[in-house]
């Protein structure tokens, strides 16, 4: 019999490339939805839209897992304030085989990451797309994530080699696009949004970062990067705008000393983002 005669998705998936047969399954856990954050370019504040997402679930009672894929730049335990902190390496079961207890932030939201595993946080990963891969991989499949309602996966940028795998490898079942207003409607952006649309991932939307600053002393919101509104651009790239986001210096400064879990409260555009990416997402 066929790997396909007792496929779940059977009929469903089209393409070789949905083929859930292919998709690894964790070893020490159950994920009810992956989620994955993705930009065309890095600096955009794809991270920092992975931590406020999973910050803002873990506030409404969700259990919350964040694996930091972003390989070359994790920033993900900066964001939580854990980067003094290393995950333990266990041996598994299975001979010559290792899991990963992933670190947790004071939420409780479970945070794998490169940058955890290495000896120190400033070490570069000097390695190259196979061998990234992999290690993805396996920090997906061997990490002890326990049951999760969410877990999000911080993308490596762009639509290169490792992002694609990584789409490819995990069952992501929606995908945040992050960009900041001069980049919303260029080349990169449309084509993260036709890798995740190739792939069949539902395209839950558009985060706009750095949107506007908004004054202190009147509240006037200036856009600083560009005329068009968030809506404008979302209409042109013809996908839900899930938030436009401000230039947030408390943010960063609450970022800066790892608190910014203590920070993201309710502020106006972050419950919307959160709010929206449910009402596109629809999970299990
Ligand atoms: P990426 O993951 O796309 O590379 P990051 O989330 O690491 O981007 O953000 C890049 C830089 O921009 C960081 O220093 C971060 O603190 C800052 N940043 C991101 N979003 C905002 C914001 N809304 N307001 C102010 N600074 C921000």
């Known amino acids: 019999m066929s790997q396909c005669d ?21 070893k020490y856990g159950k994920i009810k939805n992956i989620i994955g954050v993705i930009s065309g370019k890095g600096g955009v504040g794809k991270s920092t839209v992975t931590g406020i997402l999973a910050t803002k679930l873990a506030k409404e009672g969700y259990k ?7 390989i070359t730049g994790p920033s993900m335990p900066r964001f939580f304030g854990i980067n003094t902190k290393r995950a333990d390496i266990i041996p598994a079961e299975a001979e010559n085989q290792v899991k990963f207890e992933p670190v947790v932030t ?3 939201i ?15 990963v000097i390695w190259r797309g196979p061998i990234i891969t992999g290690v993805l991989n396996q920090m997906y499949v061997d990490t002890m994530w326990g049951e999760l309602d969410y877990l ?16 490819q490898s995990i069952p992501v079942s929606g995908m945040v696009v992050v960009s900041t207003p001069q980049n919303m409607v260029s080349m990169i952006v449309k084509k993260v949004i036709i890798m995740a649309q190739k792939l069949n991932i539902k395209l839950l939307g558009v985060v706009e ?25 979302a209409q042109y790239l013809n996908v839900p705008l899930l938030a436009e986001m401000p230039v947030d210096l408390d943010l960063v400064e609450y970022m800066d000393k790892g608190k910014a879990e203590e920070y993201i409260n309710s502020n106006e555009s972050y419950d919307e983002l959160l709010k929206n990416m449910l009402n596109e997402y629809k999970g299990n």
């Open 64 to 70: 919350v897992g964040v694996l930091d894929a972003d």
């Open 106 to 108: 004071s939420l409780g």
């Open 209 to 233: 970062n750095m949107a506007y600053v908004e004054c202190e002393k009147c509240g006037e919101k200036m856009r600083i990067f560009s005329k068009k509104s968030g809506k404008e651009h």
């Open 110 to 124: 479970k945070v794998i990451s490169l940058n955890l595993l290495t000896e120190q946080e400033d070490e570069p």
């Open 152 to 167: 999000i996966i911080d993308m490596p940028p762009g639509t290169g080699d490792v992002a694609l795998t990584v789409m």
């Open 6 to 26: 007792t496929c779940k998705s059977k009929g469903q998936c089209k393409t070789k490339e949905n083929c859930e047969n292919d998709k690894s399954l964790p």
